[in-house]
């Protein structure tokens, strides 16, 4: 199985024009999630989705949104993007008790 | 607030030898602790999950220990190789609502043959 995808692998993108980050996973995971990775910042959680239909804000949200029709696909969406957004953006899905996550291989963003 | 804190960014080990990595958290009393490994320009990868009634966890050269009192996790690998070199990072549930991971900044490995 491929577990979890993520589209494009990389993007340089003019600040002000959005842009939608794909992600899917095939394991039938219920939870999902986007962070961003910057240096000396660590992993940190923009939008999580518990279950299909549902989505939650995470610790920095802002400029970012994200939906959940389906199991497999959480897409993460850049209305108007802006040069702070610079960052490698990692999808993940766990499931079961112990919110285990699996990632997928990342998105290197690059806004100018 | 609550933290996660790995002490050291940076730790460098010659190969043969035991890296210890530190993982300390604060305000908070989780039911289990992850840690996780990452290679440059990949996603993190699972490695072992400990519960809080859990003193101790091994897999193969990896072990992981917690102390709720203290609040601290330490992450062993033995024999280590340069294989080994990466950045280990760990996390824990610091928001139940969310059941989502809050990460630590992680330690760099770095393995010398």
């Known amino acids: 199985t491929a577990g979890i995808t993520q589209a494009p692998t990389s993007q340089i993108l003019a600040a002000g024009r959005s842009m939608t980050l794909r992600c899917t996973q095939d394991?039938?995971?219920?939870?999902m999630y986007w962070y961003r990775q910057d240096l000396g910042l660590g992993l940190r959680l923009i939008h999580y989705?518990?279950?299909?239909?549902?989505?939650g804000k995470g610790e920095v949200p802002d400029g970012y949104s994200v939906s959940r029709a389906n199991t497999d696909d959480f897409p993460l969406t850049l209305a108007s993007a802006v040069p702070s957004q610079t960052s490698v953006y990692f999808c993940?899905?766990?499931?079961?008790?112990?919110?285990?996550?699996?990632f997928g291989p990342g998105t290197r963003l690059t806004v100018l | 607030s609550q933290k996660i804190e790995q002490n050291s960014e940076a730790l460098n080990i010659q190969e043969g030898k035991t890296a210890t990595l530190t993982c300390n958290y604060t305000n908070y009393s989780p039911a289990y602790l992850q840690w996780y490994r990452q290679d440059p320009g990949r996603g993190p990868v699972f490695l072992l999950l400990i519960r809080e009634n859990e003193k101790e966890k091994r897999k193969e050269r990896l072990k992981v220990t917690f102390d709720t009192t203290l609040k601290q996790s330490l992450f062993h690998i033995t024999a280590s190789q340069p294989a080994d070199s990466a950045t280990y990072l760990c996390a824990l549930v610091m928001d139940t609502g969310r059941r989502a991971l809050t990460f630590g900044s992680g330690t760099r490995l770095q393995v010398q043959p």
């Open positions: 989705s518990n279950t299909a239909g549902t989505t």
């Open positions: 993940a899905s766990s499931s079961g008790d112990t919110d285990t996550q699996y």
């Open positions: 394991m039938r995971h219920n939870a």
